[in-house]
């Protein structure tokens, strides 16, 4: 983190602003600009630095850090309503409703107890709750609970749209998320056509849009059209991490139209991002899509193959290797136990905590 | 019971003219758009006919009339294309096929309600020898009337607009002929703007047929710095170079200037399109693959379905194909660029090696062929990826710039060659070379993985300095850091902290700890990992053999406490409320002891 003695911390955030979210240059420019924004002594220069950089963490897939510099922004906010309006994170809010309940470690009591705390602010301030009834459906959907899900999408669409709320490119590639777990696949296609034409485009539209799309054509099979979509997904995902969850839904895809060996290539080339997700629901997510890989390997007779030994490779270094290295289905075989054993123990947590058994059932589904 | 939805006229105005129009002039595009669809149809029905059009502004410029040579309109055609919103003329059964056409969604001449309380509009079709000439007069209320008008002698259209007071600005010449040049100025037929009786000329090319980009009837050698200048002019940037695009598909042809300074990669560059030799926009974005930031063009096209805000075309699979044709032109330049004039490409990549980086991750081949060129930071300095090949047989990097910072530091002394993939890009592409070319090994290093590398001390020593490492670990341990003892160059830095991505996450989400609420406090401890970062002490540093041996644990804890801080300091760390606490207490007692030791306790030295 060098510091141009110089610089000040607005013009490292403008500098920052030329780069794409995802990229850690544009990361490092805003750790850089809170370390020289405390320096300063301004609350207020502190509160927008950590507020550029919440954004770079809420868009660029660092969601541990995201919650972070939420809580440390609330607080100071709450503190100093002198110089900063709180209304400044409500729109901020959303994401995290969203990110809390991925982490199995957070009590159920600790996600109702921000989940009321945000509505009660943004009822303090007059603001719609369209936009935290957007965000709740997409918690319930990530906790397994699709009815619940759908109930305050409903409400949420009853409700008047204000600035807090999301935009239309956003609302529409959320509604696809919803459809897709309620296997709604053609009113999900139907849905998706105004962003597929470009006719609606936002930061992260159609990027989440693609993996919902692609999986309901594929449960109504009509996957021959899938690769030109599936690529053109891909590249608009595979520099930031925040679409961990996305890569994933597109190796089961691939896995799914026996497409192995780009399965694998993307496997191997995104495992960095399994390492450093800290959010259970994107790892179970990346160890599922991996491990039906892995099964979908085992299915074929087992042939020397350079990708596969790669993948093994790659794969051993994250789950260590077991006995009989020359022997690949004894590779194969271990690699199997290991992501089912990590797999299984993720979905358990957060099952447990979620109080069902959705992930657990998911398990041995073609896709999460 | 079926009900019909009833438009507000006046809103939908208000709609176009503060939502979906980004310039008030815009009633000029569209009454030229109008006017040169009508030649189009004309010349359908008379292939030899020359189209004109003329501006007449009022000689008090409070009005300015339109009038075109083209195939005029009908009384049934009146009621249905000028007063059926959405029914554009281009829609119906006019001469020829839609995408003969530019307008598409028969809202065009709303546009000029924004502008003037009424149209007025003079029309005698050319598709009957004996049609009658026709006044159509518009109002925003949504009323309209149609009459018989003294005769027109040529077939025709005229539009007449009396402007509003605040828009009195738009009316004067100077503005109209911006205006007409602006959207009208490649069109092949004579535009004349008339103002008292004098004749102006808008479009003044001498080829008049040909696009301005059009450089046929130069020498191939001064082809490109005509359209460097022509470049320049009209796009106002300094410009490094000018590429020919083509596309079938679509209909395209005109120029990608690469511009003569960085590109920015978060925002696509704006191109100057026209369709049908009428400007489209100035800012069309998606016209050009993704990766294509390095360029703004300058193109006319044919064939392809503009939105209808007018900024972008519609992103359909004639769109993708012709992204696809004038990527290849560019990719094609790139080519040969690397093949035939190398320097020139070193200067291209000192300005767009980001745009370039992009493109790469995209095309293999691409990759394979410019790979080699790319830019890279190593703690040696900066250096291409082939010239790291030449002197390493295996790819080294961090993935943050962080990492590769603290690596630095020592990577020199221990002989150690890292490249530095925070930067955009940079990490992918060394994992893609990993992929592209298995035979070169490209490793991902985190800072642990060089502090691993480091000299330990043998087992006598450890054991004998276990006291020392005891104090460190205490005073380490809120901060969840271990204390090392190890040997290394360069020997003047007495401690290296190492903190890994995890680490450094960590106590990012300690100091937002230390100020969060008490509802939140509980969710970010929740939120903590394992890791802990390293505080490694150079005993090959004078300072820290005689710290490691001196009997004064209570002194070895505040040098520690302030060698703690120092090294985040060094290492540009924010520091949290209780490190700079500690950085208080451990200069307070330090300075406390300085204070004894003149009284004649031990002294340091």
């Not at chain 1, 996957?223 to 608009?236: C, F, I, V």
């Amino acid at each position: 983190m060098a510091l141009e003695i110089d610089s000040n911390p607005y013009q490292l955030i403008e500098e920052s602003n030329l780069l794409p979210y995802g990229s850690a240059q544009k990361a490092d420019l805003l750790d850089r600009a809170v370390v020289l924004a405390d320096k300063s002594g301004s609350v207020r220069t502190q509160f927008d630095a950590r507020m550029a950089r919440l954004f770079c963490a809420t868009f660029g897939g660092e969601p541990q850090l995201m919650l972070a510099l939420f809580a440390w922004c609330q607080s100071t906010a709450d503190k100093r309503p002198d110089i900063i309006n709180p209304s400044e994170l409500l729109w901020s809010a959303k994401f995290v409703l969203i990110k809390l309940p991925k982490y199995a470690r957070i009590t159920q009591q600790q996600i109702d107890s921000i989940q009321h705390d945000m509505v009660r602010r943004y009822e303090a301030h007059g603001a719609s709750l369209r936009g935290v009834y957007t965000s709740l459906m997409q918690a319930a959907l990530s906790q397994g609970r699709v009815p619940e899900a759908r109930v305050f999408w409903d409400k949420a669409m009853k409700l008047p749209r204000d600035n807090y709320a999301d935009c239309r490119a956003c609302e529409v590639s959320n509604s696809l998320s919803l459809l897709a777990s309620e296997h709604r696949y053609e009113e999900l296609l139907s849905t998706a056509k105004p962003i597929l034409a470009g006719q609606l485009r936002c930061a992260e539209v159609p990027h989440f849009a693609y993996p919902s799309v692609l999986q309901a054509m594929h449960g109504l099979e009509q996957q021959e059209d899938t690769r030109p979509l599936s690529n053109k997904g891909y590249r608009l995902i595979q520099s930031n991490a925040k679409f961990i969850g996305c890569v994933a839904t597109l190796i089961e895809l691939l896995v799914l139209d026996d497409e192995l060996i780009r399965a694998a290539q993307l496997v191997t080339r995104h495992l960095p991002w399994l390492q450093a997700t800290t959010l259970d629901t994107e790892r179970l997510h990346y160890t599922h899509a991996l491990h039906r890989l892995l099964l979908a390997i085992w299915a074929k007779p087992i042939r020397a193959a350079q990708w596969r030994q790669q993948l093994f490779a790659a794969l051993e270094e994250i789950y260590g290797a077991g006995a009989g290295q020359d022997d690949d289905k004894a590779r194969l075989e271990w690699l199997l136990q290991q992501t089912t054993t990590a797999g299984l123990a993720i979905a358990d947590a957060l099952d447990q905590r979620n109080a069902n058994r959705y992930y657990r059932e998911h398990w041995n589904l073609a896709t999460y | 019971m079926d009900h019909r939805f009833q438009i507000n006229l006046t809103g939908l105005i208000d709609l176009l003219s503060n939502h979906l129009y980004t310039r008030p002039d815009v009633f000029v595009r569209e009454l030229m758009q109008n006017a040169t669809d009508a030649i189009h149809a004309r010349c359908q029905l008379a292939p030899q006919h020359q189209g004109s059009i003329h501006i007449h502004l009022d000689d008090d410029a409070q009005a300015v009339t339109f009038v075109d040579n083209g195939i005029g309109l009908t009384e049934a055609e009146m009621h249905r294309f000028l007063a059926v919103i959405g029914e554009s003329s281009k829609r119906g059964e006019w001469v020829g096929q839609t995408q003969d056409y530019i307008g598409q969604f028969g809202i065009g001449l709303l546009a000029c309600f924004i502008v003037a309380d009424q149209i007025e509009l003079v029309s005698r079709s050319a598709a009957d020898a004996d049609a009658p000439t026709l006044r159509w007069s518009g109002r925003p209320d949504g009323t309209y009337d149609i009459g018989e008008a003294p005769p027109r002698t040529e077939p025709g259209t005229s539009v007449r607009l009396v402007c509003k007071p605040a828009f009195q600005h738009l009316f004067s010449l100077d503005t109209l002929r911006e205006s007409a040049q602006h959207y009208g100025g490649i069109l092949p037929w004579p535009i004349d703007l008339v103002h008292l009786g004098q004749n102006n000329r808008v479009n003044t090319s001498e080829r008049i047929d040909a696009f301005p980009w059009d450089a046929s009837h130069l020498p191939h050698t001064q082809q490109r710095q005509y359209w460097i200048e022509l470049g320049e002019r009209m796009l106002g940037a300094e410009i490094f170079d000018a590429i020919p695009l083509e596309s079938t598909v679509g209909g395209v042809d005109g120029i990608a200037f690469v511009l003569a300074r960085a590109s920015l990669q978060s925002g696509r560059n704006r191109h100057h399109v026209y369709l049908k030799r009428m400007l489209l926009s100035d800012s069309v974005d998606n016209l050009l693959p993704s990766w294509a930031f390095f360029v703004r063009c300058i193109v006319n096209c044919t064939d392809l379905h503009p939105t209808a805000a007018r900024n972008a075309f519609s992103e359909d699979d004639k769109l993708r194909l012709t992204q696809a044709e004038l990527g290849h032109c560019l990719r094609r330049y790139l080519i040969n660029l690397a093949e035939q004039e190398p320097q020139r490409l070193q200067q291209l990549l000192s300005y767009h090696h980001v745009a370039l980086k992009a493109l790469a991750l995209e095309d293999d081949e691409f990759f394979k062929l410019f790979a080699q060129w790319f830019p890279l930071e190593t703690n040696y300095g900066n250096t291409t990826l082939q010239e790291y090949l030449k002197r390493n047989q295996q790819i080294l990097y961090t993935q943050k710039v962080d990492e590769f910072r603290q690596i630095a530091q020592i990577a020199a002394a221990q002989h150690i060659d890292v490249i530095n993939g925070g930067y955009i890009y940079d990490a992918e592409l060394l994992a893609r070379h990993g992929e592209l070319f298995p035979l070169v090994p490209v490793r991902s290093v985190q800072p642990s993985d060089i502090s691993h590398e480091l000299q330990g001390l043998s087992p006598d020593q450890e054991a004998r300095y276990q006291p020392f490492l005891k104090v460190a670990a205490t005073v380490l341990e809120p901060f969840d850091c271990r204390p090392k003892l190890k040997i290394f160059e360069p020997a003047d830095l007495p401690t290296l902290f190492i903190s890994n991505r995890e680490a450094t996450i960590n106590r990012q989400v300690d100091h937002c700890t230390e100020v969060a609420d008490d509802l939140w406090q509980g969710v970010l401890v929740q939120l903590q990992s394992e890791a802990k970062s390293e505080l490694c002490f150079n005993f090959g540093h004078t300072l820290i053999r005689r710290l490691a041996q001196h009997p004064d644990l209570a002194l070895v804890e505040r040098v520690i406490q302030v060698l703690y801080v120092q090294s985040l300091l060094m290492g540009h760390y924010p520091l949290g409320r209780s490190e700079l606490a500690m950085m208080s207490d451990g200069l307070s007692g330090l300075l406390e002891w300085s204070v004894m030791g003149t009284k004649g306790t031990a002294t340091w030295h």
